[in-house]
């Protein structure tokens, strides 16, 4: 068990077990020991999100591009993939674990189609039924930390092992495009997987939740995102190594998935995909 303080709020973490690897990406307790409203802008990352509340929730959650009243949630939540980014304030007294699944996890833990949630934050039991409220009741009054991880891999082993399997070929275009940041051309992992252009975006589509060209787009963007969090901030040498044709492009991208400049995500606070504002 590892324990950080981030900011105003305390991190607790430990590694999980190896069958839920292949499925989650990032996995954290956090909690403030004082209540100090806040306000984040949370951007594109390339991975769905579970967050389990224990203590206050969100008080809103919307997308800078809605014109309408913001998203209130009340409890726990699903986040599916977004190409854009969302602003969410939380009243203060934040506890709760904070889940980021691989695509393809998220697609086999949720058992529907990726695209339902693409760019949507619904309650936890909208998706995974009255047994994800059960859990996190159990969870709450759980004795530590240690027996909270306990009950939620349980959980999701047991979840995860009744999923369906994302289509071999899906599984095998998302990693061309994981593993070269976003850069590999669409038509390319279509020659490479037998598939035609079409097939594979509807495929992809309906088990990632975005597009093979929006995820690359959001895979580059964030592998820059990253690499100035940990203090690269030539902005030339991170247009190069990230893919974008020219600096102007970089601008553009930032602009587009994430309404912010790179400026401002050097000068930001960036954690686990989000900008405290």
Known sequence: MRMVRVGDRWRVSRAWPVALRPYVHSYAGYWEEAATPFRVRIVPTGRAVVLISLGEPF????????HGPAVRVVGSLIAGLEDGPRIADH??????IRLELTPLGAYRLFALPMRELTNTVVELTDVLGPRAGELV??????????????????????RLGEGPAPAPEVAHAW???????????????AQEIGWSHGYLVRKFTQQIGLTPKMSGRVLRFHRAIGLMAR???DLSALTATCGFYDQAHLNREFRALAAITPGQIVAGRLTEGAVAL
């Open 91 to 96: 009243p203060g007294g934040q506890e709760a």
């Open 59 to 66: 008080a809103q959650v919307h997308r800078l591009s809605e």
């Open 175 to 189: 990693q061309l495009l994981e593993r070269s940041g976003g850069t590999i051309p669409v038509a390319r992992i």
């Open 137 to 158: 009741e159990r969870m709450s009054h759980a004795r530590d930390w240690a027996e909270r991880f306990d009950l939620l891999d349980a959980a999701l082993l047991a």
């Open 231 to 233: 203090g690269a901030v």
